[in-house]
Structure formats: structure tokens, C-alpha cells
């Protein structure tokens, strides 16, 4: 039997508060002897926490729309999305598509005047925007209504200039794709794998730029491809480990952003906030330019919200950068302090942000507890991240994810459990044939460890698994290993018998 569709309570469980309202004032002109079956559908479905269409039946087993449910429930989604789509047209700023449907009414009642009247505030919009698909739409309109209008000047105009403005256009759009494509490859081996592990993936990053349209961003004609073009020179110097020269594009890519006026930042805010002013703290922080950390930090705070959707993305990204920050400087304690607080609302908004910010934060909160020595909370946030069916996005945070579940268990001494996971981390760094050598030395430690029947033994187990540690730190795909979990501080905690927190402190300072 097939499964309902649940499509209609996503879409129902997505909306504001406002656009709730919207809507219902939208279905009230649908209303059948006073009473509207659509709305009362409409809250039974939204008072559910999941989808339960048994449910749904028995309420209405009484109406007679129950017996096609199916096509009740596609009507009163088509009439959101409608609603949605109107609420949204009066919000915003962005009011191209209402000024072309308002060019082709006035066509289409032979108001030729009036129609390039709408199309010329279009093309307005449409330019600010760098929208060239857009403009290129405004441009068939422009040629329709001189055929119509039997305007022979224009078509002159058209033919002499308006075509060369066309194809110009045609090739700013192609060289703006030249540019995203550029990005998208810079950052694709990242998305599915995390970082370079050796000389061929830094060779293939390398290449890509061979190309003699990418050795500047004087090459590119528009807005977003130099932004394109900024973010990945920032990228890929930032994968291959060369922080000083990826920091010079980061910083090259938030001057593109303010140059521009305060209300076209507004219209590219979520680029701005999440691919800008983020790297820029990245680097910062690896830099260890921890000074000019707040003063980013604030630009972020300051940046104002358009949706509702931007605010979750926006809290949801400050607040992984907060506990980054914690961790980066081993503030671990202070961090709980200040970001326990927090929890609950990034566990409201977890749902609904990008994986990878999600499975970032997981990881991170893990990491902030465990440093705090609260290993059952730290426990909590890691099985978060392995219960995550999605092996292939960052598939770095999944495997250095099991390797810090290792290191839990080990603290809260579960050594059977541990026995059974190193068995299975093992495995699945095997599959993946991506196993750094310092994972390989931590799952080693883990196998080693419960035959170690005395302090003295395990201090110079330890040791000698230190002395290897500190010499891979040196090896240039190695030492990445090193950002996701200061593993040379642990064992020298171990070593000394202090606390970890204490030891990143110092290395710290």
C-alpha cells in the first residue's frame, strides 16, 4: 500500500506565523456556507507534531471530502503556495516578476505604452540585480511589443544596437557560469571528502586555475563572477594550507561586499554573511589573529534578517562560531557557561539549516563538552552526528566524529563498548580508504589499551604514541588532522596526569 504523502504537513509546518495568517485570510474567500473545510484541514494538520493521516480520517470521518483526501489535500497546497506566493510579492523588495506580469496584462490589452512603462522598471531591477536571464526576458518583450506596435524605429534601434546589447549580455551570463563552475569544482572534493590528504588532490585543485580566464578577477565582468572569483582563490589557498595567501582573498572578497550600498547588501545578505564575513573569521581564527576576531564577530551580529529563514541560518552559524571560538582558544568551561543557554533554540532551528552547518555544530558541541570534562553530554552531541544517515556530506566530520566517540568512551572508562566501536571505526575508515595517520594511531592506542595493566605502563604507551604524534604534526596533510581535535594535548595529559582542558590552555597562551 502506498505511504501518504507527508508534502502538506512540511509545507504547513514550514510557515511563519504571518504567513499563517496570510493564508487564512487568503482561504476565506473560499468559504462554503460560512465554514471553510480547507482551513479546518488546514489546523487539524498543523496541530500534529508528525503526519498521521489515519488521524486526519477519523477527525473528518463525517465530511464527505474525506473520501478523497488526496485530492483535498493537493488543492489546499496549491492554494498555500498561492497565498505564499502573494505574501511574499507584497514583502519584497525584488518586484521584477510583479512588474512583468503587469507588462504582459497591459500587452496583452494592446497598451503598448503602459507595458514598456512596467518593462522599464523591470529593467531597472533586473540590472541592479545582474539578473541577465532576467534582462534577457525584458529584452523579448521589448522586441515583441515593436512588432506589434508596427514601430520601424525601434526595430531599426534593435537591429543596429539592441542586438549587440543582447549578445553582450548573453556573454556576461556565460562568463558569470565560467566563474560559479570555478567555484563549484574548488569546492566539491571538499563537500564529499573534507580535506587534501595528498599531492595528486592538491594538483587537481591546482589546475583548475591554469585556465587563462582565472589568473585575475580582472577577467571577470560582473558582480558575482568576482565574487565567485574571490571565494574560490580563498578556498583553494585555504584547502592546500596556505592561510596567509587565502587570507588576503578573504579579505579582498568582504571589500567586494562593502563597496556596495547598504540596500544592495540587503539583497545579498545570506552570501555576504555565510561566504564573506564566516572566512573571514576562519582564517582569522587559524591565523591566530584572535584581536581582530571581535570586530568580525560584530558585523556579524549586526547583520539584519530578511526571512525567517535568514535568522535561523543566521544564529545557527553565529552560534557554531561562538563555540569555535571557545575551542580554538580552550575556553572550554566559559564556553558551556555561555552557550548552554543557547542550546534549545539551536536544537528549534537544527532542522531546518543546511546539513553541514548541523553536522558542524554537533561536532563542535561535542568537542566544547568533552574538553569541559562533561563526557555524558559530549556523548550526547556525538551520537547526534553518527546517527546521521548521510555518509556523504563531510565525510572528514563523520570519520573524525568516530574518532572522538573513541576517545569519550575511553574517558568515561566504557572499555567493553570501546572494544566493539574501534572494531567499527576501523571498518568504516578502511571503506573509505581515508584514514590519516594519526587516526591510525589513535585506533592503535584503543586496541592497545586494555591490555596496559598499570599506570607506569599506560604513561609510556603514551609517551611513545606522543613522540609519534608530534612527528607527524610536521608532515603537511598530517598536520590537518591536528585542526579537528588537539590530539597532542590530550596525550600529554595523559602523560601528566593533568586535565585536558588545563594543557590546550597553555599551548594557548
Not at 502573494?86 to 497591459?106: I, V
Not at 500587452?107 to 545582474?130: P, R, V, W
Request: glycine letters at 2%; one cysteine or more; a neutral charge.
Amino acid at each position: 500500500m502506498k505511504t501518504p504523502s507527508d508534502d502538506l504537513f512540511q509545507l504547513i509546518q514550514s510557515l511563519t506565523r504571518q504567513e499563517k495568517r496570510y493564508f487564512k485570510l487568503y482561504a476565506s474567500r473560499h468559504a462554503i456556507e460560512g465554514q471553510n473545510k480547507y482551513v479546518l484541514l488546514f489546523d487539524a494538520i498543523e496541530q500534529q507534531e508528525e503526519y498521521d493521516e489515519a488521524s486526519i480520517k477519523e477527525i473528518f470521518k463525517d465530511e464527505a471530502f474525506v473520501n478523497q483526501l488526496h485530492v483535498v489535500k493537493n488543492y489546499l497546497y496549491q492554494n498555500i503556495l498561492n497565498s505564499l506566493r502573494q505574501f511574499h510579492e507584497s514583502q519584497s523588495e525584488d518586484k521584477f516578476h510583479t512588474e512583468m506580469r503587469h507588462a504582459a496584462l497591459l500587452f496583452n490589452k494592446g497598451l503598448y505604452q503602459q507595458s514598456e512603462k512596467a518593462l522599464n522598471k523591470a529593467k531597472k531591477l533586473a540590472t541592479e540585480n545582474e539578473h541577465f536571464l532576467q534582462l534577457l526576458e525584458v529584452y523579448r518583450w521589448e522586441h515583441q511589443i515593436a512588432h506589434s506596435r508596427n514601430d520601424f524605429v525601434m526595430l531599426e534601434d534593435y537591429v543596429e544596437q539592441g542586438i549587440q546589447d543582447e549578445l553582450e549580455l548573453i556573454e556576461k551570463y556565460r562568463n558569470f557560469l565560467e566563474f560559479q563552475a570555478l567555484n563549484d569544482r574548488v569546492f566539491i572534493p571538499y563537500w564529499k571528502k573534507g580535506a587534501i590528504r595528498n599531492e595528486s588532490e592538491k594538483a587537481a585543485l591546482r589546475q583548475l586555475f591554469d585556465k587563462p580566464l582565472f589568473q585575475s578577477a580582472d577577467h571577470a565582468q560582473s558582480f558575482n563572477a568576482r565574487y565567485f572569483y574571490f571565494n574560490a582563490r580563498f578556498s583553494y589557498h585555504f584547502f592546500i594550507g596556505e592561510l596567509a595567501e587565502s587570507y588576503q582573498y578573504v579579505q579582498q572578497l568582504v571589500a567586494l561586499f562593502e563597496k556596495l550600498d547598504r540596500r544592495k547588501i540587503k539583497g545579498k545578505l545570506v552570501r555576504y554573511f555565510s561566504s564573506a564575513l564566516i572566512n573571514l573569521y576562519i582564517v582569522q581564527q587559524r591565523l591566530g589573529r584572535f584581536e581582530e576576531i571581535p570586530e568580525t564577530l560584530e558585523k556579524l551580529r549586526n547583520m539584519p534578517a530578511d526571512s525567517p529563514d535568514q535568522k535561523r541560518r543566521l544564529f545557527v552559524r553565529s552560534f557554531n562560531l561562538e563555540v569555535d571560538l571557545y575551542l580554538s582558544t580552550g575556553q572550554f568551561n566559559k564556553g558551556v557557561q555561555q552557550i548552554s543557554p543557547l542550546e534549545n533554540l539551536f536544537n528549534e532551528y537544527r532542522a531546518s539549516v543546511d546539513k553541514q552547518q548541523r553536522l558542524g555544530v554537533f561536532y563542535n558541541l561535542a568537542y566544547l563538552y568533552f574538553g569541559a570534562g562533561n563526557y555524558n553530554h559530549a556523548l550526547d552531541w556525538i551520537n547526534l552526528l553518527l546517527q546521521d544517515p548521510d555518509l556523504k556530506t563531510r565525510e572528514d566530520i563523520h570519520c573524525f566524529g568516530r574518532i572522538l566517540n573513541l576517545i569519550i568512551h575511553y574517558e568515561l572508562g566504557n572499555d567493553q563498548l570501546l572494544e566493539y566501536a574501534v572494531q567499527s571505526t576501523t571498518r568504516f575508515l578502511s571503506r573509505r580508504q581515508r584514514l590519516f595517520q594519526v587516526e591510525a594511531i589513535m585506533l592503535k592506542l584503543m586496541r592497545r589499551y586494555p591490555k596496559w595493566l598499570t599506570i607506569k605502563d599506560k604513561t609510556k604507551g603514551f609517551q611513545a604514541l606522543l613522540d609519534e604524534m608530534q612527528l607527524l604534526k610536521k608532515d603537511e596533510f598530517e598536520r590537518r588532522a591536528f585542526e579537528y581535535f588537539d590530539f597532542i594535548a590530550w596525550l600529554e595529559s595523559k602523560v601528566q596526569q593533568r586535565a585536558f582542558a588545563k594543557v590546550v590552555r597553555e599551548e594557548k597562551m
